[in-house]
């Protein structure tokens, strides 16, 4: 018989993990990479494609999120809506197979800030010692999540704090230090278009699309919302649109006190790994700037607490449905929660760090654009047109231009990714088709049974 998970988490803590997970390390290291990306401030506009595709697939998250509560997010949408014994074994197989991939290597983008920042700390730190660092909060991390939810929904909110004490102070320093012709400061033809700003605009809608990441974790624990119907679009909403404000002062309070071109290429500039920790050095000196630090370190250590809590919770549903190997599916014998899947994800997120920040950024996109985001966006049409009894608390407003912004969207930023990144994503597709072909034909299941 399977052990059913409690339900804990009200509205006030999916805004938090929502938050916690959107507002973690994200814009504290990314802000350099997003100035690369178009030699300039103009890149904000990046975040703005951004912040209008996640409004819009906020929508679709919410839809399928408060019809279809349950742990697994993803899976469990793209299951239903491609007939669980059918298409939607291969889509949601597909899921899967690039989840194991794309969701430590979102987790381990956290670990590679959280050492970047400590590399303001400890300014001798080597690139083995980084990694070392890396490592030590993967397993930190584990630990505090080895344990009951309810301590975990405690957890969270205290995390939350501190997180919004740390943006808090950032935006509160800039706006008292704020130098408009330092942050507006474009270079020549900043604003020409042409087929490189086409490209440079992609890469930084991707860099935003990562930050905004997260906005949907709350769909990932379904099983453990109380009034899911509610709780899910109200956490959506108020999550995006609070984080997109806080975003955006955040980026104005650091190039309106460290002018961008102090870190802009972030390949070349040693100061962009730790540029919010510069902008503090720049008005209150290095001590302030150290202690600071330390906050920066709770923020990320807070956003790679809330990812793994939510997509450990991934691999469990589907194994448990049996869509994926069984081991998965079991819970912890006293504090009943998915051990093995935490486990597993955990380890592989540690792995994962040693990798460069920005090939993991599009590699995780790349990985999830087409089965993920754009497969939901099907799941919406095809669970409207086949299941029209299934209860919707939530509808999609306008339906259906969201979902026509979501998809062009999803393709410009699927197009404009570079070509070994693309590679490689369909080299993950082919692979898992492969997969599901062998471990269908061995479980004599279908297509093959």
Not at 11 to 20: K, P
Not at 104 to 130: D, M, N, V
Not at 281 to 301: D, E, K, N, S
Request: glycine share 10%; proline share 6%; hydrophobic share 55%.
């Amino acid at each position: 018989m399977t052990e059913a998970l409690t339900r804990r988490f009200g509205t006030v803590h999916a805004t938090a993990l929502n938050m916690i997970n959107m507002m973690g390390i994200g814009p504290f290291i990314t802000i350099p990479l997003l100035m690369s990306a178009l030699g300039g401030p103009q890149a904000m506009l990046g975040w703005v494609v951004a912040l209008v595709l996640v409004v819009a697939d906020g929508m679709i998250w919410s839809e399928l999120g408060a019809a279809l509560p349950g742990s697994g997010g993803s899976f469990r949408y793209l299951v239903e809506a491609y007939g669980p014994a059918t298409w939607g074994r291969l889509v949601g197989f597909l899921f899967i197979w690039q989840f194991i991939l794309s969701g430590p290597l979102e987790i381990a983008s956290g670990y590679i800030g959280f050492a970047q920042y400590a590399g303001y700390i400890w300014p001798k730190l080597t690139a083995h010692g980084a990694l070392a660092i890396a490592a030590v909060v993967g397993i930190l991390n584990v630990v505090l999540l080895y344990r009951r939810i309810d301590s975990i929904a405690t957890i969270t909110l205290s995390l939350w704090v501190g997180t919004l004490v740390t943006v808090a102070a950032v935006m509160a320093t800039g706006a008292l230090h704020f130098d408009a012709r330092r942050a507006f400061d474009f270079p020549p033809g900043a604003f020409g278009f042409s087929l490189g700003f086409l490209f440079g605009l992609g890469a930084a809608s991707r860099i935003g699309v990562y930050d905004y990441l997260g906005y949907y974790n709350v769909c990932n624990i379904g099983d453990e919302v109380r009034d899911p119907g509610r709780v899910i679009p109200r956490s959506i909403l108020i999550s995006t649109i609070a984080v997109a404000a806080i975003y955006l002062a955040v980026n104005l309070s650091v190039i309106g006190v460290v002018p961008w071109r102090e870190f802009v290429p972030a390949q070349e500039k040693p100061a962009s790994g730790f540029v919010v920790s510069i902008f503090m050095q720049r008005i209150y000196g290095p001590r302030v700037a150290a202690w600071f630090t330390l906050l920066i370190l709770w923020t990320a250590f807070a956003s790679v607490f809330a990812l793994l809590l939510g997509y450990s919770r991934i691999p469990y549903a589907a194994a448990r449905e049996g869509y994926f190997f069984k081991p998965f599916a079991r819970l912890h014998p006293t504090g009943q929660f998915p051990h093995v899947s935490l486990l597993v994800l955990g380890v592989i997120a540690i792995a994962c760090s040693a990798l460069s920040l920005g090939a993991v950024i599009d590699a995780l996109l790349v990985t999830r654009i087409v089965v993920q985001f754009i497969g939901q966006i099907g799941a919406v049409v095809l669970l409207r047109r086949h299941r029209p009894d299934l209860p919707r608390p939530y509808r999609i407003w306008l339906y259906p231009l969201p979902l026509a912004i979501a998809l062009v969207g999803w393709v410009f930023l699927f197009a404009t990714t570079q070509p070994p990144i693309l590679l490689l994503g369909f080299v993950a597709l082919a692979g898992g088709v492969a997969g599901f072909a062998l471990w269908s034909w061995r479980g004599r299941t279908w297509p093959f049974g």
